[in-house]
T-cell receptor, first 111, second 121 residues
Framework: RKEVEQDPGPFNVPEGATVAFNCTYSNSASQSFFWYRQDCRKEPKLLMSVYSSGNEDGRFTAQLNRASQYISLLIRDSKLSDSATYLCVVKGNTGGFKTIFGAGTRLFVKA | EAGVAQSPRYKIIEKRQSVAFWCNPISGHATLYWYQQILGQGPKLLIQFQNNGVVDDSQLPKDRFSAERLKGVDSTLKIQPAKLEDSAVYLC???????????????????FGSGTQLSVL
């Protein structure tokens, strides 16, 4: 089983749609969780951190369910500029705080 | 603030040749990471340094890959000899270490360089 697994995608949605991505992780001792965004041929960039209480940043909402070892990202009112690959990231809390990326989910937002 | 610098931007070599990549992290960032990203996949952690010590290299193919971070600043990643399946983008990232409540913790945000795109023919 992979340490971090994501919906394979791609997701093709029209502008204005709501889309949700899921991610599961295998190490129950993981402590920190994030969503990164990666545009085509660019480096990944932090989109938002994920907390147990859930957090929201504009049109983006992230949720963490520790019991199910599950992370989600919800994008409301999709924009063309949201087209990218969304990477789920999990970090441990011991040793060197090993940071593991999922394979990513591709999103295409169409006009 | 200067970002993470990597060079070269592109490299094309033949199989069995050697290649080296260089990374200069953001000033003051103690943690440095090398990731391999094959087309269509997520970044795979190869090695993680904290200052000049290795904290994880469990996925580094040590028979052909090596990395060092002398003096805890710049880092080089070497492949010798290269194989066709090594074709990928090699990403370097760095992050801060902060001290809070009596213990060290890493800053959450990884800053990535632009990467080196390696093609092995």
């Amino acid at each position: 089983r992979k340490e971090v697994e994501q919906d394979p995608g791609p997701f093709n949605v029209p502008e204005g749609a709501t889309v949700a991505f899921n991610c599961t992780y295998s190490n129950s001792a993981s402590q920190s969780f994030f969503w990164y965004r990666q545009d085509c041929r660019k480096e990944p960039k932090l989109l938002m951190s994920v907390y147990s209480s859930g957090n929201e940043d504009g049109r983006f909402t992230a949720q963490l369910n520790r019991a199910s070892q599950y992370i989600s990202l919800l994008i409301r009112d999709s924009k063309l500029s949201d087209s990218a690959t969304y990477l789920c990231v999990v970090k441990g809390n011991t040793g060197g705080f090993k940071t593991i990326f999922g394979a990513g989910t591709r999103l295409f937002v169409k006009a | 603030e200067a970002g993470v610098a990597q060079s070269p931007r592109y490299k094309i070599i033949e199989k069995r040749q050697s290649v080296a990549f260089w990374c200069n992290p953001i000033s003051g960032h103690a943690t440095l990471y090398w990731y391999q990203q094959i087309l269509g996949q997520g970044p795979k952690l190869l090695i993680q340094f904290q200052n000049n010590g290795v904290v994880d290299d469990s996925q580094l193919p040590k028979d052909r890959f090596s990395a060092e971070r002398l003096k805890g600043v710049d880092s080089t990643l070497k492949i010798q000899p290269a194989k066709l399946e090594d074709s990928a983008v090699y990403l370097c990232a760095s992050s801060l270490i902060t001290k809070g409540r009596g213990r060290l913790t890493t800053n959450e945000k990884l800053f990535f360089g632009s990467g080196t795109q390696l093609s092995v023919l």
